[in-house]
């Protein structure tokens, strides 16, 4: 980056951790659907590569974490040894241009139905209670989604056990660290919100206990590869998958504080004007109290765009901003930001298409001569 980058905050050095960035935009995970039997494929080692820059970092797409976490088609995995030697050389690719590179541990949980599941078994959640079936994003199909088992009390081990394996061959792939998929609806938000969690064990009812899955989880992970590698991501506001909590301000600053006595690496939080995918609301709610209780990096996400980011980092909202769609579509989008360059639409289209290159590796870079 330039010198005169100094005068745009998003395009400010950053130490988080052992880590060193050189800009404070980073690669929020991008579901793309382009893993063929949940295996990562050769084209997304140019995808990544494209959307590296030295010293940024990318959070890779949500990734399945064992055979009972699939929700969705041709999502990539890391429980297998296929699996991870395919991460390699993506992992590779990425520290190639000097990029640290994040994997999403993952698990949908109840958002799945039973032709995704070993043995066409029930998807497993916190809860016995269904999903009423949604469109997918580009409007035309339909996702419907099985009735769940509700995971008896001495199978949460296991299911623990599995993030920890994750993270372990996240390390062996390359990875530089993971970040503990919490947000959005999926397994670990089911048992942490209060609209979905009904159990009546040690893991539902008071919020300590709904809180209790995912702080062993990170527990598990933290035990497994440090404290200094790990990252989670959260979404309390948010409503997506059905899963709202009657007090979201006080389940974010419950995992917060509980998060430090960890001391993991960051914690990737969703803004409330999220509340439902791709739209934004006018909210009175804000992650100020809870950045301000959390003592790690805090990244945001959520609808940024420039200005927005760069306030966020002037003001000490946040530390580092997590752009989804804009960076998929703007490859080159730490220059952008720099030069205030106009930037590429993305197609809703082919967000989700197995096509290994349009709306994937095709989106145009800006002329090296700007």
């Given at each position: 980056?330039?010198?005169?980058?100094?005068?745009?905050?998003?395009?400010?050095?950053?130490?988080?951790?052992?880590?060193?960035?050189?800009?404070?935009?980073?690669?929020?995970?991008?579901?793309?659907?382009?893993?063929?039997?949940?295996?990562?494929?050769?084209?997304?080692?140019?995808?990544y590569q494209q959307r590296t820059t030295k010293g940024g970092l990318l959070i890779a797409e949500a990734t399945g974490i064992s055979d009972t976490s699939k929700g969705y088609t041709d999502t990539p995995g890391i429980w297998t040894k296929e699996q991870v030697e395919a991460w390699k050389p993506i992992v590779d690719g990425v520290h190639a241009k000097g990029g640290i590179f994040f994997?999403?541990?993952?698990?949908?949980?109840?958002?799945?139905?039973?032709?995704?599941?070993?043995?066409?078994?029930?998807?497993?959640?916190?809860?016995?209670?269904?999903?009423?079936?949604?469109?997918?994003?580009?409007?035309?199909?339909?996702?419907?989604?099985?009735?769940?088992?509700?995971?008896?009390?001495?199978?949460?081990?296991?299911?623990?056990?599995?993030?920890?394996?994750?993270?372990?061959?996240?390390?062996?792939?390359?990875?530089?660290?993971?970040?503990?998929?919490?947000?959005?609806?999926?397994?670990?938000?089911?048992?942490?919100?209060?609209?979905?969690?009904?159990?009546?064990?040690?893991?539902?009812?008071?919020?300590?206990?709904?809180?209790?899955?995912?702080?062993?989880?990170?527990?598990?992970?933290?035990?497994?590869?440090?404290?200094?590698?790990?990252?989670?991501?959260?979404?309390?506001?948010?409503?997506?998958?059905?899963?709202?909590?009657?007090?979201?301000?006080?389940?974010?600053?419950?995992?917060?504080?509980?998060?430090?006595?960890?001391?993991?690496?960051?914690?990737?939080?969703?803004?409330?004007?999220?509340?439902?995918?791709?739209?934004?609301?006018?909210?009175?709610?804000?992650?100020?109290?809870?950045?301000?209780?959390?003592?790690?990096?805090?990244?945001?996400?959520?609808?940024?765009?420039?200005?927005?980011?760069?306030?966020?980092?002037?003001?000490?909202?946040?530390?580092?901003?997590?752009?989804?769609?804009?960076?998929?579509?703007?490859?080159?989008?730490?220059?952008?930001?720099?030069?205030?360059?106009?930037?590429?639409?993305?197609?809703?289209?082919?967000?989700?298409?197995?096509?290994?290159?349009?709306?994937?590796?095709?989106?145009?870079?800006?002329?090296?001569?700007?």
């Open positions: 980056m330039s010198n005169s980058a100094s005068t745009v905050p998003l395009l400010t050095p950053y130490r988080m951790g052992r880590f060193d960035l050189s800009h404070r935009v980073v690669l929020a995970p991008l579901t793309r659907a382009r893993s063929y039997g949940n295996v990562p494929q050769p084209h997304a080692i140019l995808y994997c999403q541990l993952w698990h949908v949980g109840r958002v799945s139905n039973n032709t995704f599941q070993p043995n066409g078994q029930a998807p497993i959640s916190s809860t016995n209670k269904s999903l009423q079936p949604v469109e997918r994003a580009n409007g035309v199909d339909v996702a419907s989604f099985s009735t769940p088992r509700r995971l008896e009390t001495d199978e949460i081990p296991f299911v623990i056990n599995d993030f920890k394996v994750a993270a372990r061959n996240a390390i062996e792939a390359g990875f530089d660290g993971v970040e503990i998929h919490g947000a959005h609806g999926y397994l670990i938000d089911q048992f942490l919100k209060d609209q979905i969690n009904d159990r009546t064990d040690e893991y539902g009812g008071s919020l300590e206990n709904r809180c209790r899955f995912a702080l062993e989880v990170v527990q598990a992970v933290v035990d497994e590869i440090g404290a200094d590698k790990v990252g989670i991501r959260l979404s309390p506001f948010a409503n997506y998958m059905e899963s709202a909590d009657s007090n979201p301000e006080a389940l974010g600053l419950y995992m917060a504080n509980a998060l430090n006595k960890f001391g993991i690496l960051y914690c990737h939080m969703v803004e409330p004007r999220m509340v439902k995918l791709g739209e934004i609301f006018e909210t009175p709610y804000s992650l100020g109290a809870i950045r301000d209780a959390f003592r790690g990096t805090f990244i945001v996400a959520g609808g940024y765009d420039r200005e927005d980011g760069n306030n966020a980092v002037s003001t000490g909202y946040a530390d580092l901003v997590a752009y989804g769609r804009l960076f998929l579509s703007n490859p080159d989008l730490p220059r952008r930001f720099e030069i205030d360059a106009p930037l590429n639409k993305y197609n809703r289209e082919t967000l989700y298409i197995p096509d290994p290159v349009i709306g994937y590796t095709d989106y145009p870079f800006l002329p090296s001569d700007v």
